[in-house]
């Protein structure tokens, strides 16, 4: 992940200054353990102003609104508390070029400032602190105690101190090319370590960027030709020029961004939707990963549990088959006590209906009755438990057939491509909390109509929208409140998948180009998604319905037609 260097809480605090100020705070929320959200209102809008701490993504940047949910930190309670209703007034550098800057409040624009907000971005390092106008610490994202060191404790009640000053030479556009040059090539060896030692606000991304922008290799020494420094110089020019006049080009990278316009891939007008889009993405595609680990772990840990429970079960009913055989020798036997003789360990005796010989098992401590009436117990104890088995596997098998169908919803998301891809899988994680497979002390629940609706949504060849479920809940919200009178409901026969809608006005017709799209769409997304082909039904939603009682994602069908869909023609 690319941190947020000099350059870049340059670019990004000369926006901010355009942008936010003045304006007043009207709230602050936080959204984990190393990120707020102060909402500042200015002239012409509300805005989300991010400040993060995060060891590998400290920013800060105009972002998302927050969620409505309720926010349990104190550490945003203690900032609204102090700063709630005053102007912030500037924003300035804590010190030249150190990655640290001054978020100042006043009751009022051109007054003097009552509140100073650092925000200190040093990767692990990181960190914001509030400070009163006499430089006291009131409180801070993260407090440094004398036992964690003894350079620069950072508690309330004590007074603020600027970081440690960096050792580094300044740059300096007065510098001599001749100079720079004698200053990198002073110890012989790779010109980006040289810059990175020599020099302060200097970033191991900034310095790769610079060598490629002048055509030189990221691992190229001192040892170059007068043409090569030549034109490294000319990008160090222009680096500190953009930063002295404030001029910036922002942009994707085919690895990252950049501030300063080098190895753009597509530009940007705004830096403030840049650094969100781009740490968002990155934080997002952890956590997507994260959960989606955790979630298939799970799944597999209880269905593999599951899968033991009803092959037990289903060993005992194929035992409670022989119930029959049981009464049928006790029959025998009791027809035939004649043939028992004392001390006997078996018996043959003749069926009555086929007439072929039929051994019994006899104890030979008890008479001919008796053994009859142990295998009548035997019978009765069999079918007893049949009646008994056969509801606990179905509703284990119920159970196993939920779960595969969240597995293939999981596995459709295969990889993060968006913020929908994550919300998809917290509403999984949700759905599981809630069906009692997970645990989660801080959960509540939500209401269907909380539901997203980021539903996937294609074209068919005729132009009709086909809607497709990305999880249980969204299947649950599309088939039975989303769909009308005239759609028509898809899902692959038998196997998990997706709930697919076709969406149709009244009075139309769909070719038959139509429903076989569709049908591909059903086909894919399910557990079958590998095979040549996949029987997929569709009906009318009028005949969908929901059982009593069932899990999410569940439904059954009637008048349903059969198309074989190809999943592979996508």
Same mark, same amino acid.
């Given at each position: 992940m690319q941190p947020v260097d000099f350059t870049t809480l340059t670019a990004s605090c000369s926006e901010l200054r355009t942008l936010m100020i003045p304006s007043r705070l009207e709230q602050v929320y936080q959204r984990d353990r190393h990120t707020i959200a102060i909402a500042l209102r200015t002239m012409k809008q509300r805005s989300w102003l991010e400040i993060s701490w995060h060891i590998q993504a400290a920013r800060i940047c105009i972002g998302n609104p927050p969620p409505r949910t309720p926010d349990t930190f104190t550490f945003s309670q203690q900032l609204v508390h102090q700063l709630g209703g005053l102007a912030l007034v500037a924003i300035e550098a804590i010190a030249p070029w150190e990655r640290a800057i001054d978020l100042q409040f006043a009751r009022r624009p051109g007054e003097s400032a009552l509140y100073h907000l650092y925000v200190e971005i040093m990767g692990k390092y990181s960190n914001v602190i509030l400070a009163n106008a006499s430089n006291i610490i009131i409180t801070a994202a993260h407090q440094v105690n004398q036992q964690q060191t003894s350079v620069r404790p950072i508690l309330t009640g004590q007074p603020y101190e600027k970081p440690p000053s960096l050792t580094g030479a300044i740059p300096s556009l007065s510098e001599s090319q001749q100079r720079w040059q004698e200053r990198l090539s002073l110890v012989p060896?790779?010109?980006?370590? &040289?810059?990175?030692?020599?020099?302060?606000?200097?970033?191991?991304s900034l310095i790769e960027s610079m060598l490629i922008a002048a055509s030189l290799d990221p691992e190229s020494t001192t040892d170059i030709t007068a043409e090569d420094w030549q034109r490294l110089f000319q990008r160090w020019t222009e680096w500190l020029q953009a930063l002295e006049t404030q001029n910036f080009h922002p942009?994707? $990278?085919?690895?990252? #961004?950049?501030?300063?316009?080098?190895? $753009?891939?597509?530009?940007? &007008?705004?830096?403030?939707?840049?650094?969100?889009?781009?740490?968002? +993405?990155?934080? @997002?595609?952890?956590?997507?990963?994260?959960?989606?680990?955790?979630?298939?772990?799970?799944?597999?840990?209880?269905?593999?549990?599951?899968?033991?429970?009803?092959n037990t079960f289903l060993t005992r009913l194929q035992q409670s088959d022989r119930a029959d055989e049981y009464r049928q020798k006790a029959d025998l036997l009791m027809a035939h006590l004649q043939q028992w003789r004392v001390g006997m360990k078996e018996i043959i005796l003749n069926d009555f209906e086929t007439g072929a010989n039929v051994a019994i098992a006899l104890?030979? +401590?008890?008479? %001919?009755?008796?053994?009859?009436?142990?295998? /009548?117990?035997?019978?009765?104890?069999?079918?007893?438990?049949?009646?008994?088995? *056969?509801?606990?596997?179905?509703?284990?098998?119920? *159970?196993? %057939? /939920?779960?595969?169908?969240?597995?293939? %919803?999981?596995?459709?998301? +295969?990889? #993060?491509? !968006?913020? *929908?891809?994550? &919300?998809?899988?917290? =509403?999984i994680r949700e759905e599981l909390v809630q069906q009692r497979y997970l645990e989660d002390p801080e959960y509540k629940s939500r209401s269907a109509t909380e539901t997203s609706s980021n539903f996937h949504r294609y074209r068919t060849p005729s132009g009709f929208e086909v809607l497709i479920g990305r999880n249980n809940r969204q299947?649950?919200?599309? $088939?039975?409140?989303?769909?009308? +009178?005239?759609?028509?409901?898809?899902?692959?026969?038998?196997?998990?998948?997706?709930?697919?809608?076709?969406?149709?006005?009244?009075?139309?017709?769909?070719? !038959?180009?139509?429903? &076989?799209?569709?049908? @591909?769409?059903?086909? /894919?997304? !399910?557990?079958?998604?590998?095979?040549?082909?996949?029987?997929?039904? #569709? $009906?009318?939603?009028?005949?969908?319905?929901?059982?009593?009682?069932?899990?999410?994602?569940?439904?059954?069908?009637?008048? =349903?037609?059969?198309?074989?869909?190809?999943?592979?023609?996508?």
């Open positions: 060896g790779a010109i980006k370590r &040289q810059v990175f030692k020599s020099y302060r606000g200097i970033s191991s942009g994707w $990278t085919s690895n990252g #961004y950049t501030v300063l316009g080098w190895g $753009t891939v597509k530009p940007v &007008q705004n830096i403030q939707e840049l650094l969100n889009q781009y740490y968002t +993405d990155q934080l @997002n595609q952890q956590v997507f990963a994260q959960l989606r680990h955790q979630l298939s772990q799970k799944l597999n840990n209880i269905l593999e549990k599951l899968r033991q429970k009803a104890e030979p +401590d008890k008479n %001919a009755v008796q053994n009859a009436q142990n295998l /009548y117990k035997q019978n009765q104890k069999l079918k007893r438990a049949r009646t008994a088995v *056969e509801p606990l596997l179905a509703s284990v098998q119920a *159970e196993i %057939a /939920y779960l595969e169908q969240v597995e293939a %919803a999981i596995a459709q998301i +295969d990889s #993060y491509q !968006s913020s *929908e891809d994550l &919300q998809t899988l917290e =509403e299947n649950d919200q599309l $088939t039975f409140r989303v769909a009308g +009178d005239y759609d028509l409901w898809f899902h692959a026969q038998e196997i998990p998948g997706s709930h697919v809608l076709l969406r149709l006005e009244p009075g139309a017709a769909p070719e !038959s180009a139509d429903l &076989q799209y569709t049908a @591909n769409l059903a086909a /894919y997304y !399910s557990r079958g998604r590998q095979s040549d082909q996949v029987p997929v039904v #569709y $009906t009318q939603p009028k005949h969908v319905y929901k059982p009593k009682g069932a899990k999410p994602g569940i439904a059954i069908y009637k008048q =349903e037609r059969i198309i074989w869909g190809k999943p592979h023609v996508l």
